[in-house]
């Protein structure tokens, strides 16, 4: 919730510091005044029915919330009478369907209305969930596609550019479509039924418009899309996927009514009672208002339009979907009146935003939302045709920059000596807007054809987008001057009457900033606005005058105080606090009927949640909430998506006819394809757009997906890890079975079976394991010479010689370092030219003359003979060499262990070096008798540490300081203090750099986007895979739309390939030049050290206690009374016996020996 | 004394036993389906310890088992140690006495907070290490307490590492009371041992 887009109409939030106990009509007193003629009558809002319902609250506390995704109005809900789109309260039409976001405790929803993908606030009791089996899939999907793209932005470009989320749509509309029995266009029902057909065409010809959509996005997103383009994209797809599931709805409703689910269908024929309530609004509908102010401007079109809409659907329908229309409220509603009940959220007070209303402030927000919306609307010309939504964006564009221009005005207004300047830049805005509307009219005057969208004429649209930029520079100037003027004559606070004008002729746009903060009338208003109780309302609203919608007469909605109201709804401060004194509580939903274009508002929605964020319960994160089975109740048909995403500025009377033509529109060959491709994508888990888990062919479909390239991570991974949760025959048969099942989907077929060769093909040059594979070899050639061959022949043949090279070669064809996965994705070496020289050995004729002797058994030579850098890099090339042949099959299910067997030899040689180094350091520095002499050679070490860090070798720096740290080195007092300071301080900095403490914070955090040549610590990297292994399960569970499955945890093996791509990220060998002779000398002091078997660290520790006795500080009374070890805090006499008992122990026991 | 404090615990033992899974389990919070080790506060966990609250950073070496010369740098973090074999091998039993040993060492504390698990109690059928040779560590031990987990069955758990923090605030207090002694924290190689020899821990031996 947090990411808002310009699309949705966010809440309103404002203060209500009110007195609740003032009466609230008094908008009629405020002037309206404005540009265009619409609405300059002064408007009486509804008087405020006074029969309060404070006990409903009571009510409110009790009932358990039950949080469903959708919802589908059962009653129409029109609280004004003015069905714009943009409204903050959500206007229902009977049988819409809204998708929930949060549920207030006082039964508002804050939902989007798929229909036009407009989001708002909506009576929960005017709406039953919706929840139909064979809708399940899709509407989950919906609710993915819904989080993915405005719950988490930044992540959506990577998430759609594998198409995965389109499978989620596909394969709910497959399911919807199998469920009854729809499947194909042969089918007998589809046949039968030509309303059935018509509507599973339309359906169809709706995903294949997503598909495109996502398509186009994918283009787009390989490219460097600016934020706007993929914003405006994503919300293209969003409202796309929004007529998917209500056509889906639809086509369900349709296949209700044609087929005969007779039961359900009996049921609402049943009851009578409520007959005819409905059949025509007991209200003043909107369309009579509008019929009259057709002649009006902008303002009024879109209402014109809505109600234009309106007929034509009616028109359109069937006669079927008219009676539906007048229909009864479904018999089943009212058992279902219950669970609507249910669906609040508990809340705690909320605070309210204190709203400014500087003029500066305002100018500032009405500019940022109207470059907001016009940068959306140019993004959205540079890829968009045609489409609904640009109309939509036009007309917000416009209403933006109309917002932007009232404030101005009122800058001018105020000061008037000094404005001239600014008065023209005005003049040149408005001019500017009137173009972009002509040229928006003009690019969307409607062309009859039976397409999905309205026809887009290119030239115009040049136009438009030249208008539009235009416009915006216009702004700026006008930003600039009005800034300027406001300077002078400094900033003032804008009155309400302003903001009333504004909305008036700005169709109710409103900005964060804009509610006036008069408190007289907003208290006085606050009243009238409070929701109605959804409890309150009565099974048919119509026997309430009070509570119904029939009760207002028409515009004073747009007086700013209705504006607040409706705004500061759920998240007023008022509910929790005054609710005893709201006396004309219930009554008032008449009032919400306020507009405000979705451009502005997002920015206030995204503050008001946050601020308020306690108010809502149920989050859209909410969303596993179980979800009750509900029968089947509303059969009327969801009009046709067109209606609500159309609003003034445009006379786009016969827009309407070719748009609803699109959904009698062809068939969509492709997409008629698309839904017939068998597929398993049901079986996956998603979160945040990465599989965590799935079965295996749902698996392998998706690594062999034909809509994109494989994410080569997904790929390692499988190739690492698939032997984990397959057996290679399995993983071999699964292929060969995606390659025969995707035949059935002739336009997939083609890139799908490429693709199974591919992985076959990769598996076998350079994943081939001969210990584990080699079972699944006979298969692959049977594959290879009959199926692939069929097909494919050419594959065919060089995989049958891809699998002969396999038998005859002991390893992989190509080596499988160089195909690893970690050297594709990460960082690579820094470059250092292939020609530059390797840095020459720091070893002089003394020293190579010393090797020499002692190689002849002449010398003995320590590490003090030698440069600490050219130690520290000669123990660097021994070390790099075996990590760089560390194989990632060493690192699968903790391989190193010793149980495991000798797989890891090349783990198991790093843990050996590392101890073999840091037992060398011990002895070197512990049979040196003097400590003068041991603590040049800790100092030495110290030195060869720190090269080790200059270096990047952290895995020999750690062996050093775990040596230099232990208890045998550190309790040599004596030694510790001939060593200097500065070394002590070195060497201080070095523990700092390994120290273990919270999970490794340092080194890990070095290790982040550390360039190769390095070699990291190994051991971080076994404790990693050793947890990721036994803290994660491997298998998960998939709860489908009516059981539930267990799937491989692909997650877990996501996370085992990460860390082993980490590690081999940094197998690559340093250039530095070998000094054999040193590295003979070197390895020739590991092993005398190792020689010393499991017992070195005692024979150390005992040869510490040797040469430097512990001090004679501590009493021995407890001597007598140990027939233990009893090693420490012991006086002299007891180290005597400390350092025998240490050779009592079993394994010592034939060790006596000691310095 | 403030309400929260933070202790360090290690977990000890062979390859294999299940330290890792015993750790992942007590870290991990069961609402999290993906536990991700690469994260600083994979191994940190608050407990309620006799109303206390308490931070546990856990230091487990698992997968590191033969980097010995790594043991003592983890062991010089801890003040608690968990000592964890498996009860199907008698092997795992008999490398607790070097750890503990060592441990003693490099603590210089011979009673230093120390609790021992007998993991995997789920394979009973395979059990190769008696109890009452268990026991009898235990009671080698200055009766250091003896659990049986099975950290797959999740039984003990959080038993275990409770009585481990349970030792290191009590003996924390009893450092307290000490005062006069300036090396009363942690790793104090002064400490006197006076006042602690008599208090026995009173481990309890605990098999579920």
Known sequence: MESMKPHIPPLKISKSNSNLSESSNDATSIPIRSYSGWGSSDMTPPLTPQNAQDTNMDQLEAPRPVFHNYLRAFYPFHPAGNVSPSTVTLPLDQGDIILVHSVHTNGWADGTLLDSGNRGWLPTNYCEAYDQLPMRPLLKALTDFWDIIRGNFGSSLKDFGNQDLMRGPIAGVRFLLEKSECLTRESALVRRFEGLRRIRKALLSDLSSLVKTAKKFQEIANGLPSEDEVEAILDEMLLKAFKIVTRGVRFLDVWNEEVGLGRTIAEMDGPNESSGQYSMPPTPASETFNLGENEGPDRSASRMLESRMDHSRMDMSRSSMRTEMVDPRPASVATKRVSVSHRMSVSGPSTAIVAQNLASERLGTTYDAFLGVLGSFLGFHMQSRSSMELVVTTQQ?????????????????????????????????????????????????????????????????????????????????????????????????????????????????????????????????????????????????????????????????????????????????????????????????????????????????????????????????????????VSQTSTRATSPDIGGSFQG??????????????????????????????????????????????????????????????????????????????????????????????????????????????????????????????????????????????????????????????????????????????????????????????????????????????????????????????????????????????????????????????????????????????HLVADSILYLEEPKKRAATIKHWVKIANKCLELNNYDSLMAIICSLNSSMISRLKKTWDIVSQKTKTVLEQLCGIVDVSRNYAVLRQRLQNHVPPCLPFVGTYLTDLTFVDHGNQSLRTLSTHDSEMTVINFDKHMKTARIISELQRFQIPYRLTEVPELQVWMQNEFVRVRSNGEITTQTFYRRSLVLEPREASRSANNLQSQSEPMPSMLDNAKDKFDFLSWTNHPKAKSVPTHG | MRPQREYHIVVLGAGGVGKSCLTAQFVQNVWIESYDPTIEDSYRKQIEVDGRQCILEILDTAGTEQFTAMRELYMKQGQGFLLVFSITSMSSLNELSELREQIIRIKDDENVPIVIVGNKSDLEEDRAVPRARAFGLSQKWGNAPYYETSARRRANVNEVFVDLCRQIIRKDSEAAKSSNDPNRKREGPNRKRDNRRPKNRRGPCVIL
């Not at chain 1, 054809?449 to 004429?457: A, H, V, Y």
């Not at chain 1, 930029?469 to 400094?490: F, M, P, S, W, Y």
């Not at chain 1, 029939?550 to 747009?558: C, D, G, I, K």
């Not at chain 1, 396999?806 to 030219?833: C, D, E, F, W």
């Open chain 1, 649 to 918: 500025s445009f006379k786009v009377h016969s827009l309407k006819e070719s748009l609803s033509y699109s959904t009698l529109a062809e068939e969509n060959e492709e997409t008629e394809a698309n839904i017939l491709e068998k597929t398993f994508a049901h079986e996956l888990i998603y979160k945040e757009g990465s599989v965590m888990g799935g079965s295996l062919r749902a698996l392998i479909e998706k690594l062999t997906a034909h809509q994109s390239t494989p994410d080569a991570m997904f790929v390692s991974t499988f190739y690492l890890t698939f032997r984990l949760f397959a057996t290679p025959l399995e993983f071999a048969e699964a292929l060969a079975e995606r390659f025969d099942y995707i035949g059935e989907t002739p336009h997939a077929a083609g890139p799908v079976r490429l693709r199974v060769y591919n992985i076959f093909k990769g598996w076998l040059e350079s994943h081939w394991r001969h210990d584990r594979d080699n079972t699944a070899l006979e298969f692959i050639v049977d594959f290879a010479s009959t199926r692939l061959m069929a097909d494919l022949p050419t594959a065919g043949m060089r995989l049958l010689d891809l699998a002969g090279k396999v038998s005859s070669v002991g390893g992989p064809l190509v080596p499988r370092l160089i195909s690893s996965m970690g050297k594709t994705n990460t960082s690579i070496a820094q470059y250092i030219h292939p020609d530059t020289p390797l840095p020459p050995p720091i070893l002089g004729k003394k020293e190579h003359h010393l090797l020499k002797q002692w190689k002849n058994g002449e010398a003995s030579i320590t590490i003090l003979d030698f440069d600490p850098l050219e130690l520290a890099r000669q123990l660097t090339i021994k070390e790099s060499r075996i990590f760089c042949s560390i194989l990632p099959e060493e690192l699968l299910n903790t391989e190193w262990t010793p149980k495991s067997g000798s797989l890891a030899v090349n783990v198991r040689a790093m843990s050996t070096l590392s101890t073999d180094l840091a």
């Open chain 1, 397 to 629: 564009a416009v209403e933006a920059c109309k917002q932007l221009l009232n404030v101005i005005e009122v800058v001018c207004e105020h000061g008037t000596h000094r404005s001239a300047f600014l008065e023209q830049a005005r003049e040149l805005m408005w001019e500017k807007l009137s173009e972009l509307v002509h040229a928006a009219r003009d690019v969307f005057r409607p062309a009859q054809m039976p397409e999905d969208d309205l026809f887009f004429m290119v030239d115009e649209g040049k136009r438009l987008v030249g208008a539009a930029t235009d416009c915006v520079r216009a702004a700026g100037n006008c930003l600039a001057k009005a800034r300027l003027v406001l300077e002078q004559i400094g900033d003032l606070e804008l009155d309400p009457e302003h903001f009333e004008e504004e909305r008036q002729e700005l169709s109710g746009v409103a900005s964060p900033q804009d509610e006036p903060q008069t408190p007289v009338e907003e208290e006085r208003q606050e009243l009238s606005r409070l929701p109605p109780p959804p409890l309150q309302i009565p099974s048919t609203p119509a026997l309430t005058d009070a509570t119904t919608p029939s009760s207002f007469q028409s515009l004073p909605a747009n007086s700013p105080a209705n504006i607040t109201a409706i705004s500061s709804l759920p998240n007023s401060a008022i509910l929790p606090t005054h609710l005893e004194n709201i006396s004309s509580f219930s009554s008032t939903d008449s009032n919400y009927r306020e507009s405000h274009p979705k451009s502005d508002m997002s920015e206030s929605f995204g503050r008001g949640i946050t601020s308020n964020g306690s108010s809502f319960t149920y989050n859209s994160h909410a969303r596993d909430s179980e979800m009750s089975g």
